[in-house]
């Protein structure tokens, strides 16, 4: 290591003699070819600071090379003892480099932040909501002082021995990255309900896209059904449903869901339908109906299925769940009326990657079928930590609704509002931190930045698409 370090010396020091011997050649030959009085001093004062300078210069290297010789233990950094109290340490050219990526990223994301700050500040309510964006909305939350148990909240997290128990329980830790606003609540909360339609009114949307189970199900919204229709009704809001999947869906309970459903609010005005052959029928998405085949979703929504729903009074407009490539033909063959890719995570599947959309897009036009691409402002289920798509202040958000909105789709569906379990919610959100975590939030933004975000790109749509 000495050898190498004294070798580098032994070159500058060589470099730096030569160059003082052409710089005083230079000077010598043009002194000796001026005798003027007035010209002759100032070129022997100039050749004079040019030997101090060489000679300081010689003096430091000399202290340089002694300090490489005693102080250099390591090949990712050279020390200069320019003092015995003092280190200059140097980086190493890959260290420089890092430094210099990770200075342009935060010039990037400080120009792009206030690029969305700006956007997003002073922004009016719209006048009426779009009716053309739909959100997905989860009421299966419970907590144990307002119902007895806590759903949802409380999915099982990783530990370590020593946390105290009362730690790893809601509503110091919950399954989430991120903490709501409203902290843990519980979703038959009447309060809780209403800020909800408020903040989804605020946000410019204007259909509520209500996740269903059958009212068997502990987290089914059965009981607080008519409550969530009524509080919609008031901010002007379309109520629509996605038929979840649970263990145990069969061509019976699916139909006998939707007769529950018309059963109980088919009449009611916020109800959402939807014009399809002259007739306004109400729309249900079918949350992973890749996990049946054609055949099984033909026989009801063919017109020439054995239990066929069409032309009946509880025929729809059924919405089948893209994941894969190959479910396009699935959806085709199986009757359905169109597509969603429901998914915020980009690259998920082949549904979610916004560069698959255009075909998508394409093949619902040949088709005759809605295309709904769905878009979300980032994904962090801290089970699935690969899996994360970092929100980067907006951004990631800011990119989807640029996909979708480039192919021109008749509906954006957004998910979601309140999907605290895979981090895709636009729900309030604010800092916290427990004895064993520390949640994600939306800083510096604020808590409202995704709900303001979500309502210029929906002015957006409704700018494009006038």
């Not at 529950?260 to 014009?275: E, I, Q, R």
């Not at 299925?305 to 894969?324: A, M």
């Amino acid at each position: 290591m000495k050898s190498k370090y004294n070798f580098w010396c032994f070159y500058l020091s060589t470099f730096i003699q030569k160059i003082r011997t052409i710089i005083l050649g230079c000077i010598y030959y043009k002194v000796t070819r001026l005798h003027h009085k007035f010209i002759l001093p100032p070129i022997l004062f100039l050749l004079l600071l040019v030997l101090c300078i060489s000679l300081y210069q010689q003096r430091q290297l000399n202290v340089m090379s002694k300090s490489l010789l005693s102080t250099a233990t390591s090949s990712r950094y050279i020390f200069f003892n320019i003092t015995s109290d003092n280190l200059v340490k140097i980086p190493s050219i890959y260290e420089l480099k890092a430094k210099w990526v990770q200075k342009k990223i935060e010039n990037l994301s400080k120009k792009m932040k206030n690029i969305l700050i700006t956007k997003v500040s002073n922004l009016e309510d719209l006048p009426h909501p779009n009716y053309r964006v739909h959100i997905f909305y989860y009421a299966w939350f419970r907590t144990l002082r307002e119902d007895g148990f806590w759903q949802h909240w409380n999915k099982e997290l990783i530990f370590k021995e020593e946390d105290n128990e009362k730690d790893k329980l809601p509503p110091e830790n919950i399954y989430s990255s991120f903490y709501p606003y409203l902290g843990c609540y519980s979703s038959k909360n009447t309060s809780i309900i209403d800020h909800h339609m408020k903040m989804i009114r605020k946000a410019g949307i204007g259909v509520v896209v209500l996740s269903w189970l059958p009212p068997s199900f502990p987290d089914s919204p059965g009981d607080i059904l008519q409550r969530l229709m009524d509080t919609a009704l008031k901010y002007e809001l379309k109520v629509a449903f996605q038929i979840y999947f649970y263990t145990g869906r069969t061509h019976k309970s699916i139909i006998k869901q939707i007769q529950y459903l018309m059963l109980k609010v088919g009449d009611h005005p916020s109800l959402y339908l939807l014009k399809k052959e002259k007739k306004l029928l109400p729309v249900f998405y079918i949350h992973e109906s890749y996990k049946h085949s054609s055949y099984f979703w033909k026989e009801i929504l063919s017109e020439k299925g054995n239990i066929s729903l069409r032309k009946t009074k509880y025929d729809g407009t059924f919405i089948g769940h893209l994941s894969d490539q190959n479910h396009m033909m699935e959806i085709k063959h199986a009757s359905f009326d169109g597509l969603y890719t429901y998914s915020s995570g980009n690259g998920h599947s082949y549904g979610s990657s916004w560069k698959n959309w255009n075909s998508l897009a394409k093949f619902c036009q040949e088709n005759t079928l809605l295309f709904i691409p769905s878009v979300g402002p980032g994904f962090s289920d801290i089970s699935s930590i690969k899996d994360t798509r970092h929100r980067l202040k907006g951004n990631y958000y800011e990119v989807g609704w640029r996909s979708a909105l480039s192919k021109r789709p008749w509906f954006v569906s957004i998910s979601s509002f309140n999907n605290w379990e895979d981090g895709s919610q636009i729900e309030p959100a604010k800092s916290k931190k427990s004895h064993t975590r520390v949640y994600l939030d939306y800083e510096p933004e604020g808590s409202l930045f995704y709900i303001n975000l979500t309502r210029w790109w929906v002015k957006q749509f409704l700018s494009s698409s006038e």
